[in-house]
């Protein structure tokens, strides 16, 4: 049972549980408000009614806040200092969000939830939860960086809410403006050159063994385990949910009415160096905007890398080339190449998540990513811990969840080529030699 603790006035765990309730009550106003905007017929009664609750609730979560915040405040020292089941004091938690963190960790698996201070309780299994304070995300965000993580190519957009849009905007179908002339009336174009995109945040999971001996660790060592799995962990989740996201404009589907649509993209065949240069050329494949974007990069795996780096041009030189202002980057005609895990491209079967490439095709995918797609990002990921294999194991799971959506705004914002061996250049021929020998042969006979 968790600890209550008891303040004149104040409670922890009430204050905690009313904040958590009044939170997740708001989500689900916001979430009704935004499904009824949506709704063609909903009436100004309804839509007043909506957002009325909403404003209520939001007035209600402020003021839980500050009560449990000042609860949180009236604690003790000695309250604050997490006690295990056998009543051993594990030490006194540094001041630094470090060990807070950890701490957080270790009162979780030890049910002591009035302990907790980034705290955070789950509507799909009551079970409390620890979340993820953003001290601890930049030091994720961090290690994320320092792998190849594909889904920091998208552009990255922290949100508040389960659901939302975005009106984008295209330029396929532009019209210029009308000339007129004295007395004639504007006419009204019809046109679709703006659509609305909506995005639903998905949760991500993942889970692992933590030994009760690291549990009984530092807070500090607690902590950086917890966080380094997390990271990586990041790195596959998220890299392989937008290149799912991009595959998704390659496969046909079908409507609600079994009519099938085809795809709005088709993938590019790649067999010779021409057919890169013109995969990257401004106008040739994307428009020059976006080809011309400072963003703009090429993307492969690192086998592709690898066969791209052996190809040689017509006068004999590698097509891929070091930056000079850094050998550790590589390009090709000033656009850069990222090579990214072979790993990242596959889903757990080996299958590559362009499901459109041939077999053992190497995909090379080239536009503006930060154009195209946006990550959603709710950035409350939590963690929980089951004790159920402490006692056979000396060991708790404990399970990670995330809140993201990836959505590809702009389609034509990139490109997606394959290849399995691309073919040198055919060398230039000189005539040079031939010259000169018939030029020598005048000068003999002369003589």
Known sequence: MPTNFKVPGLNVNDAQKKLTDLSNKLTDAYKAKEELMNQADASVKDLKAAADKVASLQAKVDIAQSDYEKAQKSLTDDQKIPVDDKKGTPGKPSDNSKAIFGNDIYNLARKNFGQIVNVAKETDDDSFTVTIPVDQQTAINEIRKQRTDFSQEFHQEAVGTLTGSRVVQTD????????????????????????????????????????????????????????????????????????????????????????????????????????????????????????????????????????????????????????????????????????VEDSLFKDKDGNSLFTKLPKNAEPIVFGDLDYTGTVFDRMNGRIDLDPSLAFLENANVIRFLDRFDSKVMQPDGFALGYFNNIADSVPMISTDTTTQADDSSKSTGSK
């Not at 179908?173 to 639903?200: F, R, V």
């Not at 795996?301 to 690898?306: D, I, P, V």
């Open 172 to 339: 396929a179908n532009l019209i210029p403006m009308q000339d007129l002339t004295d007395g004639e009336s504007i006419t009204l174009q019809d046109i679709d050159n703006l659509k609305t995109l909506a995005y639903s945040i998905h949760t991500y999971a993942t889970a692992t063994k933590l030994t009760n001996n690291l549990l009984n660790d530092s807070a500090e060592n607690l902590q950086a385990y917890v966080i380094k799995w997390i990271g990586l962990s990041q790195v596959l989740g998220r890299s392989q949910a937008c290149l799912r996201a991009l595959n998704q404009l390659f496969v046909d589907i079908t409507d609600k009415n079994g009519n099938q649509i085809k795809a709005p993209k088709s993938t590019i065949k790649i067999s010779k160096l021409d057919d890169v240069i013109d995969l990257i050329m401004p106008g040739s494949v994307l428009d020059g905007a976006v080809a011309t974007s400072p963003n703009a990069k090429i993307y492969t795996t690192n086998t592709g890398f690898t066969k791209l780096a052996k190809v040689k041009n017509a006068k004999g030189e590698y097509m891929i080339e070091p930056d000079v202002t850094n050998p550790d980057i590589y390009r090709f005609r000033g656009k850069e190449i990222k090579a």
